[in-house]
C-alpha cells in the first residue's frame, strides 16, 4: 500500500522561503516519478515540478529559476524547495505519484503566502 504524507507548509512572507517533504511508503523512488501539485483557492489542480526515478527534475515553467524538486533515497522523502515565495503561490501543495498502474495522493499541505 502506497503513503504519502506531505509537510512543511505554513504562513510565510512574500519572499520567504519554505521547503516542503512527502515521505513516501510502499513506493521505489528509483523507479516512480514522484510530483507535487498545488490547488489554490478556486482553481484547478496544477502540476508544480517533479523528478523521476532517474532523477531528472522538471518544474513548471512560471515558478523555474524559485522552486526546486529533490530527494533523498534513504530517508523515501521527496522535498521542494520553494523561494522568492509571491502571494499566488498561495495553495495546498499535493505529493503524486503514479504506482502500479494507480495513481495515490497525499492529504496535502497548506502554504499561505501574505503580505
Known amino acids: 500500500q502506497v503513503k504519502l504524507v506531505e509537510s512543511g507548509g505554513g504562513s510565510v512572507q512574500v519572499g520567504g522561503s519554505l521547503r516542503l517533504s512527502c515521505t513516501a511508503s510502499?513506493?521505489?523512488?528509483?523507479?516512480?516519478?514522484m510530483n507535487w501539485y498545488r490547488q489554490a483557492p478556486g482553481k484547478e489542480r496544477e502540476l508544480v515540478a517533479n523528478?523521476?526515478?532517474?532523477?531528472?527534475?522538471n518544474v513548471a515553467d512560471s515558478m523555474k529559476g524559485r522552486f526546486t524538486v529533490s530527494r533523498d533515497y534513504a530517508r523515501s522523502t521527496v522535498f521542494l524547495q520553494m523561494n522568492n515565495l509571491k502571494s499566488e503561490d498561495t495553495a495546498v501543495y499535493y505529493c503524486?505519484?503514479?504506482?502500479?498502474?494507480?495513481?495515490?495522493w497525499g492529504k496535502g499541505t497548506r502554504v499561505t503566502v501574505s503580505s
Open positions: 503524486n505519484t503514479n504506482w502500479r498502474g494507480r495513481a495515490f
Open positions: 510502499g513506493v521505489n523512488l528509483r523507479i516512480a516519478t
Open positions: 523528478i523521476t526515478g532517474g532523477g531528472t527534475n
